[in-house]
């Protein structure tokens, strides 16, 4: 999980805007209406079952000094109760602090044509801030319209104005054709079936615009020049419903989308933000004095002064964003930082470079774009960035490295290994460098069980599950938030066995800057029928800790492709320790599994007297037609129903001899005929005829009178063809009256 | 040994083979043959080569074609899901069976080869694995090798693998064969040691202890040694409870220790299980000695002469019993003529016992014919009264021919002689030693419950 360090977006909302907010009002004066009437509305044929939106009319204008406005309409028939139900409050997100925001109107007509409009009561502004530690100046519209019903039209307009312009000489928008809305339990979103669509951009004539088109977006817009200035207009019509699903692929992948921009050069925004930070990348006193306190070693080495200050700063900065009247793009001083003992990215990011430099370490901030916000495609400039790190470039000391701070209490260096393959720009003032972020390591976790025997016959297994990447980062993160995590922990671990007396679990490390977390359990299991346990080992055990193996979609539900971006290496390490007089065995194992979407391997080995099952689950980011899904969704079916690994404790009879004769040993001592007597049967029993004639005539010649020694005497010779030594030891035995 | 049942749980029946007996011999004929389906493509995954090579081993082992081909295409599959898979037990057993049937199957058998291949099978599995030296056991038995090469073979089989109760088991029976009692005693020991709850090792054990009681006739320890016999073949009865074998000798060594309601409990057990001879014979054993012997005439009536030489015997009994409870001169003159087709060196007892009770009518002996030797000649004459009481008692070399010799004295001292009434023999003769059971001892029993002269005696 990422710490939040953005302005708090709906990661599809984005695609309306990203930028724009304004000030609530309903405008005083009727604004200029961009759509049908509703009454002529009512005419269009119905093409959904459920909803359908009939416009989506954006109209923008930039103007000359790079103030814009932007008014939006849009009109949804309701056709069933779901949807009315999704469409009963509608909620327009934005930033007071850059943007004003009018509600031009908003209205309903019904099947029978009855018109009503939004009731000032049922319409609020509020501010939305950003959670817990978040202070920004997020606000949303949001109201409810009168007689949502099956058959009813809703319809609202509304315009934005820009207030303050983050970045002066930039201009960016995206649309898309959809109005998306969240589900009414706030678990999803829709983008319904549109039948007219309409962007209108008018720009001076002298502004260039890049811009690029996406999953079947036009591309090339209807241009017009007149009144000294450009007018764009694209269009489209019956576009399909997009409906909400689990490990959807980027949403311009498949929803057709319009980036557009006055840049395509990120030095811009290098420079930008350069001119944000620069002046407080200082060592200034109180800097000086953080780096004073850090606990060094005499020489220390680059990777030394990075750890003290990542703990300098997760011991002594809390994570908070306040950004109340600033915007929300430039950092405090470091000073100030210090003084408070919190900040938020940029605060963070600031102080640690501060730092650094101050022991003598190149490092930068760099900006990063985190999945809530998206993958941006970067052909054109926009400011997708939603959060800040550190960046040290890689020295004769070391390789490059990255850092952040802002996770509570996260394993250094701190970075999600979500960010893999995030657009990524290293502020440096000099252009800047607009990269993706590297892999930062596997996302794997090792699942070791060991069990063992208890005295009673029931059975012990201990279990330890290393984590790395975003799996230790997920679980420390659960672990150290949750109220009731021993609960849900254990609820967590008792998918491992289903059969279990009592379970014991902790989470080892959580708060440790520098050891990865693991899970510590202990099961134990009552005895069986069979005194004599078999232990099984399944890959599909640490798949349903991992992964999604229990609640994949169905195929037949599936309308998107399959997208599962992270890759993720599962390993099982199953030890069964052997008892004494006892030798695991392996007496059921399965084949490997080889396909383009996961790979499953074994291992085997019996060693000291245990056997080891070792168990390599990998899979690949994942992109999948829906033929291919399929496929991939069997395949999991078959790993859940397939059979399991079968370790058998069984009887190592030699050994059990041999324990045997000790024990006789122990009890008569080893230097007398009875021990010597048995000491020749179970060399006997052994097979080791040859071995067995010394104690056998030890046995004798020490008790010449002991009819059994005779006997023993005779069989040892018997099986060491000593024919006739042996009859005669068997008469001596018969005489002796010695009856086996 | 529970490891065994329960690895013989996950196993097919093809493991009949793998407990060192022969491969199951097939109900019907099976031709069936190599197809293209039974080829897997190179790659496939093991457990698919192990399911191909254990059809393909069954399919051999059931047919009594020579399927040389079908058996080399199981052992490559199974090496295939072993190279895959070399710790599962499972796959091992079978691969490593279908190895050594395929070496066994070649003119000359490599033992050291398939020895190599038992080596690494993974100890718990080659207690269920064919032993390689068995397998030169089998084949030389087969080729009909002398006993003492066939014990070598086995002997070797119990080194390579002593954990197998089977190779022990074998041992026993082939050291039973070659009449080494004590030895065999302790190879069904061993046997018996690590299966205990199979029924055969304890008979085999008690068979051994049996024939030693008989070869120590009417010496101190033989009680003990039946007694043995009797608790081993009562053990082998209660856990083999379908066994109708182990209850009729185990009712037969309860006779031979004189617990007769035992012997007649464990012979109703035999009979109702199978109406073999063997059951019917100590069935019929059982009544004659608690004096049944109108039901015991019964149940002789089922036992043919053809099957076992003493059913003329115990006919020759039923006759005397006949006439003793109703004389007719007719009845008298079949049993003469009953007794005149007895082979009489066979039946010489007869003419022993019988001789002193009739008066006139008995054949004569052909001395020339019968080859008596010198025990047999004396106990005649004095049974006819040409030997004196002191030189025949005095001439008993044997403890089993003094017991003889007494019983004759008092056949006819103490039912023959003119001033017998045959009182004093009813007591002390009634219930003989019958450790022996020999012909002495039944007649002693039939002659105590019946009058001991004729008329005309």
């Not at chain 1, 003084?339 to 930068?364: F, H, I, N, P």
């Not at chain 1, 774009?369 to 926009?382: C, F, I, K, L, M």
């Not at chain 1, 800047?432 to 699942?447: C, D, F, K, S, V």
């Not at chain 2, 002689?417 to 002495?440: I, T």
């Amino acid at each position: 999980m990422l710490p939040r360090c953005t302005l708090p977006l709906s990661h599809l909302l984005l695609l309306v805007s990203t930028l724009l907010v304004s000030a609530l009002s309903i405008a005083d004066t009727p604004a200029e209406r961009l759509a049908p009437t509703l009454d002529e509305q009512l005419k269009i044929k119905v093409r959904s079952d459920d909803a359908e939106t009939l416009y989506s009319i954006t109209k923008g204008e930039l103007k000359a000094d790079g103030q814009w406005q932007r008014s939006v309409y849009i009109s949804i028939r309701v056709n069933d109760v779901a949807s009315a139900r999704d469409y009963g409050r509608i909620a327009i997100p934005y930033n007071h602090y850059y943007s004003d925001l009018t509600l031009d109107f908003a209205n309903t007509i019904t099947a029978a044509g009855k018109k009503t409009s939004l009731a000032d009561d049922a319409m609020q502004q509020r501010v939305t801030g950003g959670g817990q530690d978040f202070y920004s100046d997020s606000s949303e519209l949001v109201f409810s319209l009168p007689d949502i019903s099956p058959g009813s039209i809703l319809e609202f307009q509304y315009t934005r104005s820009s207030k303050i312009l983050p970045m002066a000489s930039l201009y960016a928008d995206r649309s898309t054709p959809y109005w998306f809305q969240s589900s009414v339990g706030g678990d999803g979103w829709r983008a319904d079936y549109v039948h007219h669509y309409e962007y209108a951009l008018t720009v001076p004539a002298d502004t260039e615009l890049a811009m690029e088109a996406f999953a079947g977006f036009p591309d090339s817009p209807k241009v017009t020049s007149r009144d000294n200035a450009k007018h764009y207009t694209w269009s489209m019509e019956h576009i399909p419903q997009v409906k909400s699903e689990g490990w959807m692929p980027l949403a311009r992948t498949f929803i057709p989308t319009l980036h557009y921009s006055t840049l395509t050069d990120w030095s811009a925004v290098d420079a930008w933000t350069w001119g944000n930070v620069a002046d407080k990348l200082a060592d200034s006193d109180a800097v000086k004095k953080a780096v004073r306190s850090l606990e060094l070693p005499a020489k220390p080495t680059r990777d030394d002064k990075l750890r003290a200050v990542y703990g300098y700063l997760q011991n002594n900065v809390r994570y908070v964003f306040a950004h109340l009247g600033r915007g929300g793009y430039e950092p405090h001083f470091p000073d100030e930082v210090l003084d408070v003992s919190y900040g938020d990215c940029k605060d963070q990011t600031v102080l640690a470079v501060a730092m650094l430099r101050a022991l003598g370490v190149e490092a930068y901030p760099a900006l990063i774009e985190t999945p809530r916000a998206g993958n941006s495609d970067t052909r054109t400039v926009s400011l997708i960035f939603d959060h800040m790190i550190v960046h040290a470039p890689a020295e004769r000391e070391g390789q490059i490295a990255w850092l952040d701070t802002t996770g509570d209490r996260s394993l250094f260096p701190g970075m999600s290994n979500y960010l893999a393959g995030q657009n990524t720009l290293i502020v440096n003032g000099r252009g800047g460098e607009l990269t993706r972020m590297p892999e930062l390591g596997a996302n794997a976790a090792t699942l070791n069980i060991d069990y063992h025997t208890r005295e009673d016959g029931g059975s012990i297994a201990e279990v330890r599950i290393d984590m790395q990447g975003s799996v230790e980062q997920n679980v420390r993160n659960w672990w150290i938030h949750s109220t009731d995590r021993d609960n849900a922990l254990q609820q967590y671990l008792s998918t491992l066995f289903n059969n279990y007396e009592s379970l014991t679990a902790d989470v080892v490390n959580s708060e440790n800057l520098w050891q990865p977390a693991y899970l510590n359990a202990r099961f134990e299991f009552a005895p069986d029928e069979d005194p004599i346990p078999t232990y099984g080992a399944s890959i599909t055990q640490i798949m349903r800790l991992f992964t999604s193996i229990g609640n994949l979609p169905l195929p037949e539900t599936r309308k998107s492709r399959f997208y599962d971006i992270y890759p993720l290496e599962l390993d099982m390490q199953v030890r069964v320790h052997g008892q004494e007089g006892y030798l695991p065995a392996l007496i059921h194992s399965l084949d490997p599994h080889e396909s383009p979407y996961l790979s499953i391997r074994y291992n085997t080995e019996a060693k000291d007297g245990d056997f080891l099952i070792q168990a390599h689950y990998r899979k690949p980011a994942l992109d999948l037609s829906l033929e291919q899904y399929r496929s991939y969704y069997e395949l999991i079916q078959t790993l859940n129903n397939e059979n399991v690994w079968l370790v058998k404790l069984l009887d190592d009879q030699a050994q059990q001899l041999d324990q045997k004769l000790a024990l006789t040993g122990h009890k008569i001592g080893t230097q007398n005929a009875e021990y010597f007597i048995a000491q020749a049967r179970t060399l006997i029993e052994k097979g080791q005829f040859s071995e067995a004639l010394e104690p056998a005539r030890k046995a004798v010649s020490m008790q010449e009178g002991s009819g059994e020694a005779w006997y023993v005497l005779g069989m040892v010779q018997g099986f060491n063809a000593l024919v006739e030594e042996s009859t005669r030891s068997f008469e001596v035995a018969e005489q002796l009256g010695y009856i086996p | 040994m529970p490891h065994s049942r329960l690895l013989t749980l996950a196993l097919s029946t093809v493991l009949l083979s793998a407990c060192n007996t022969t491969p199951t011999q097939p109900n019907s004929s099976t031709t069936v043959r190599v197809s293209p389906s039974d080829i897997l493509p190179e790659g496939s995954p093991a457990s698919l080569y192990y399911a191909k090579g254990n059809e393909l081993y069954e399919r051999w082992a059931a047919s009594d074609e020579d399927l040389g081909f079908t058996l080399m295409l199981a052992s490559m599959q199974l090496s295939n899901a072993v190279a895959q898979q070399p710790d599962n037990v499972l796959y091992q057993l079978t691969d490593y069976n279908a190895y050594a049937s395929l070496m066994s199957s070649q003119d000359e058998y490599d033992e050291g080869a398939v020895l190599e291949r038992f080596n690494t099978l993974h100890p718990i599995v080659q207690t269920e694995a064919i032993t390689p030296a068995f397998i030169s056991f089998s084949r030389a038995r087969y080729a009909e090798a002398p006993l003492s090469e066939l014990i070598e073979h086995m002997l070797r089989a119990t080194e390579q693998n002593p954990f197998n109760p089977q190779n022990w088991y074998f041992l026993a029976e082939l050291y039973g064969e070659a009449e080494m009692r004590w030895l065999a005693i302790g190879a069904a020991d061993v046997a018996h040691t690590l299966l205990p709850d199979h029924g055969a090792y304890s008979y085999e054990k008690g068979w051994n202890f049996y024939e030693l009681a008989l070869d120590n006739a009417c010496r101190s320890q033989q009680r003990a040694l039946l007694t043995r016999a009797s608790s081993l073949f009562a053990e082998a009865a209660l856990k083999d409870q379908q066994n109708g074998y182990f209850f009729a000798h185990s009712s037969d060594t309860y006779l031979r220790l004189g617990l007769v309601p035992l012997a007649a409990a464990q012979a109703q057990r035999a009979v109702a299980l199978e109406r073999s001879p063997t059951a019917l014979s100590t069935q019929f054993g059982a009544l004659f000695y608690q004096s049944r012997f109108d039901e015991a005439w019964v149940v002789l009536k089922q036992l043919s002469p053809q099957e076992d030489s003493s059913v003329l015997h115990y006919q020759l009994m039923e006759s005397w019993h006949a006439l003793s409870q109703n004389y007719s001169v007719a009845a008298h003159q079949q049993l003469l003529s009953d007794m005149a087709a007895v082979d009489q060196h066979e039946g010489i007892h007869f003419y022993r016992v019988l001789q002193p009770l009739f008066a006139r009518g008995l054949p004569a002996l052909d001395q020339k014919s019968v080859e008596l030797d010198q025990e047999d000649w004396e106990i005649t004459e004095y049974l006819a009264g040409r030997e004196k009481r002191q030189d025949f008692i005095e001439l008993a070399s044997s403890g089993c021919e003094k017991e003889r010799r007494q019983f004759y004295l008092a056949v006819r001292e103490e039912l023959v002689s003119p001033a017998a009434d045959g009182q004093h023999f009813r007591e002390h003769h009634n219930k003989p030693n019958q450790e022996r059971l020999l012909w002495e001892a039944y007649w002693s029993h039939l002659l105590s419950h019946t009058s001991g002269k004729l008329p005309g005696a």
